[in-house]
């Protein structure tokens, strides 16, 4: 008989395989964490500090916080398959790979790093009972054999919770049929040595005990059914959590009449004097201070390396760290993962103390409930189409979590506060800079899709003087044939106003298909050489055809192109420049400024990708021949102003130059244009030019020679003889340094935004 291949619907899935329930694989570890150490060392000093009800609610509000931020770990869980990586696939799915990055990263090393807490804590609860064990020993041996126990199986690490867990529910049985605290002479001795201290002070304590419901979540891609387990497990463990944490409470103040002696004492004493069987020397206090210890630490060595893998499979580490991506056996287990993090930690113990880092420790994962709750609260808010979660939860409530994640963490420890954000945002930029690439959609683009709706909604249609900014389209043909416009482009935006480069190719000569792949080779072109700027390009039979094109189906309601940039005619034929004439006509009738600009040494589109602006030498002088401030004039100075605020143009002077015909109009011209510029505060000085009855065209080339820029208006296109004149006004410019023509064609009084706030 031959052997036969199963068919593939036969294999049993890695969820499967791995036998987890559906409700214990999350309820258990998640539970297991908030019923941490705190129950046991601190919670008597919590009621002796603030009292009962203050107590209670402490508890309270705690425990909302949680609730919220598991309320919404449920919705982004019930709408995509939570794989590995618990915290770090969610938010990375949500918030983009930078995000995830930037969280998931610090949050393994507090994962990490908390195995190291926890066997030390355990370590120092066995020095209680064996005052000669040695902690760091204790706490080596304890590391590694946690470590062995998730190695082995995941599965098996969790059913072995069960046990810890029976161990924590019999010490709360042993505490709820516990008796009466048998006054003790040290009671008063002690509250002489204990500070009271304020409410905030004593949440701050408390808090994080409730902040261990990522627990479970970090297994989710060890579940049999992460999208049913993670919601009914989570906020189960809250519920068991608070339920427990409000009835201890009570049971601490009636069984203490010397309440506020004997609960101020820090030590676990209070505990052991109330539970049955309190006075042997292990009693069920001490199981509970171990169970709460150890099921922290193997809950930790279970999610921390299930982290890295999701880590380094989505390409975040360093290539050299890309092998921890691997996986072992049918359930995918991050066993190299596991042996490196198990690196990590035992040279943490080998210190044996973390008390300098714990609290920056604990940011990192209240950061991480912070940014839970402001991904969930993002899609529900945005209500994006893709975004359909089984488990329905108000946007609202998803903020107030968000918000109340990040007061109690400056609550806690505001330097640790600002030192995990501050890491969390270095990381951030640095995956930014890495601009990695996802296979998968994030919210960030129906963030932008919403900001730009509601933005181009509230534009009014009618230009303001205050406000205004070139939002250029360049129409440069070939942008590396022409760089030149692209660079005096990105100069008068400064990256603020908007550049869009259109090129006009041949109707026919490209599909649509083939069109739309140019734009985004045209625009990836743009965007390597450090230009951000939106690619165009369209189909005519001619460029003048293509411009008016351009001109009348381009922008969205009143977000359009203000100013049109091109280059100037360089083929010498009679109907070439017509139709060059009669685009200038068409943009102007069309109400949108015209810039020529003309560079005889303009150079090809650099080879390198750093931009080209901020390696060439600097600019010194920049000349305006003025004509009056209204039309021309005004826009003139306000492009000049803009140039010379840009990063190679910075040191440039701006002059304005007036020719007048006799020394009599020459004192009051200077006087006149000295007032002028002095009052529009942009740096400029006048010239005033004499000229002796030599033409303009002499007086241009004589007084120009030297500067770097020249700016030159042009006049109002007309039907007739303007072809005429534009000939004249090309030759008037030839052997000119690099030369900008402009034609004012807004309805906006360009003289009234220079005379209001330009500086």
């Avoid at 355990?122 to 706490?139: C, D, K, N, R, T």
């Avoid at 062995?148 to 709820?176: C, P």
């Avoid at 900014?469 to 044939?481: C, F, Y």
């Avoid at 004509?627 to 140039?643: D, F, K, R, T, V």
């Amino acid at each position: 008989m031959t052997s036969q291949s199963p068919h593939p619907s036969t294999l049993p899935t890695k969820e499967e395989a791995t036998g987890l329930g559906t409700f214990g694989g999350v309820f258990t570890p998640s539970i297991l964490t908030i019923l941490g150490v705190i129950m046991y060392l601190r919670f008597g000093w919590v009621v002796g500090q603030v009292n009962l009800y203050p107590t209670l609610a402490i508890v309270t509000i705690a425990t909302s916080i949680t609730f919220l931020t598991a309320l919404s770990i449920s919705a982004i869980a019930t709408d995509k398959v939570v794989r590995a990586g618990g915290a770090y696939y969610m938010i990375s799915r949500s918030l983009g790979i930078e995000t995830g990055g930037a969280v998931g990263i610090p949050l393994y090393f507090a994962q990490a790093l908390s195995v190291a807490l926890y066997t030390i804590g355990f370590a120092e609860s066995i020095q209680l009972v064996y005052p000669g064990a040695p902690i760091v020993i204790v706490a080596l041996i304890t590391t590694v054999l946690v470590t062995a126990l998730a190695l082995a199986s995941a599965d098996i690490a969790i059913k072995a919770q069960y046990v810890i867990m029976a161990a924590i529910a019999l010490s709360l049985i042993a505490l709820v049929f516990g008796h009466d605290v048998v006054p003790d002479p040290s009671d008063a001795i002690n509250i002489t040595e204990v500070e009271k201290v304020g409410f905030w002070a004593v949440f701050a304590v408390f808090f994080p005990a409730v902040t261990g419901i990522m627990s479970g979540v970090n297994m989710s891609g060890d579940l049999k059914d992460p999208i049913r387990s993670i919601p009914r497990g989570t906020l189960a463990a809250v519920v068991v959590g608070y339920v427990i944490y409000m009835v201890i409470p009570f049971i601490l103040v009636t069984r203490t009449p010397t309440a506020s002696q004997a609960l101020l004492n820090p030590d676990l004493m209070v505990m052991k004097r109330i539970a049955l069987f309190g006075h042997l020397k292990i009693d069920s206090v001490i199981l509970g201070v171990w169970g709460a210890t150890l099921s922290s630490a193997i809950g930790s060595i279970l999610g921390a390396p299930r982290i890295l893998q999701a880590l380094a499979r989505d390409n975040i580490l360093p290539r050299s760290l890309r092998w921890l991506g691997k996986g072992n056996g049918p359930t995918d287990d991050p066993r190299l993962g596991t042996l490196f993090t198990l690196g990590i930690v035992l040279a943490v113990v080998m210190l044996g103390s973390l008390d300098a880092i714990a609290p920056v420790l604990s940011m990192f994962f209240l950061t991480t409930y912070m940014v839970l709750n402001v991904a969930a609260g993002l899609e529900g808010f945005l209500q994006s189409p893709s975004f359909r979660p089984t488990f329905k939860v108000h946007w609202s409530l998803s903020v107030l979590g968000a918000i109340g994640c990040i007061a109690v963490m400056f609550l806690i420890n505001p330097v640790a506060t600002i030192a995990a954000l501050v890491i969390v945002g270095l990381i951030y930029f640095w995956l930014e800079r890495r601009q990695i690439e996802s296979t998968w959609g994030d919210v960030r683009q129906g963030i932008w899709m919403t900001i730009v709706r509601t933005a181009l909604l509230n534009i009014d249609d009618n230009a303001d003087p205050k406000n205004w900014r070139p939002h250029l389209l360049v129409l440069s043909g070939a942008p590396s044939k022409r760089w030149y416009l692209i660079e005096m482009a990105r100069a008068m935006t400064h990256n603020r106003g908007l550049i869009t480069v259109a090129s006009i190719i041949p109707s026919g000569s490209r599909s649509i298909a083939q069109q739309e792949k140019a734009e985004v080779v045209l625009r990836d072109f743009l965007d390597k050489r450090g230009v951000q700027a939106f690619a165009k390009i369209v189909t005519a039979d001619d460029p003048f055809i293509g411009t008016k094109q351009l001109l009348e189906t381009y922008g969205m309601g009143p977000l359009i192109p203000n100013t049109v940039l091109l280059g100037d005619s360089d083929d010498p034929e009679l109907e070439s420049i017509e139709r060059y004439c009669n685009t200038i006509r068409v943009c102007h009738e069309a109400k949108r400024n015209v810039v020529i600009y003309r560079d005889e040494k303009g150079s090809d589109a650099p080879d390198s990708l750093h931009p080209p602006m901020y390696a060439s030498p600097e600019k010194q002088r920049i000349d305006v021949w003025w004509g009056g401030l209204q039309s021309n004039g005004g826009l003139m100075l306000i492009l000049a102003y803009l140039l010379r605020t840009s990063w190679q143009w910075r040191s440039a002077e701006i002059r304005l130059k007036l020719v007048v015909n006799d020394e009599e109009a020459q004192e009051a011209a200077q006087i006149n244009l000295e007032n002028l510029t002095n009052s529009l505060r942009i740096g400029a000085k006048s010239e005033i030019i004499l000229a002796n009855k030599r033409p303009f065209k002499e007086i241009l080339r004589t007084s120009s020679a030297s500067a770097d820029l020249v700016f030159l208006g042009l006049a109002v296109p007309k039907v007739e003889s303007y072809q005429a004149y534009y000939q004249t006004l090309q030759d008037r410019v030839v052997g000119l340094p690099a030369t900008v023509m402009v034609l004012a064609s807004e309805n906006l009084d360009f003289s009234e935004l220079l005379q209001k706030d330009l500086a």
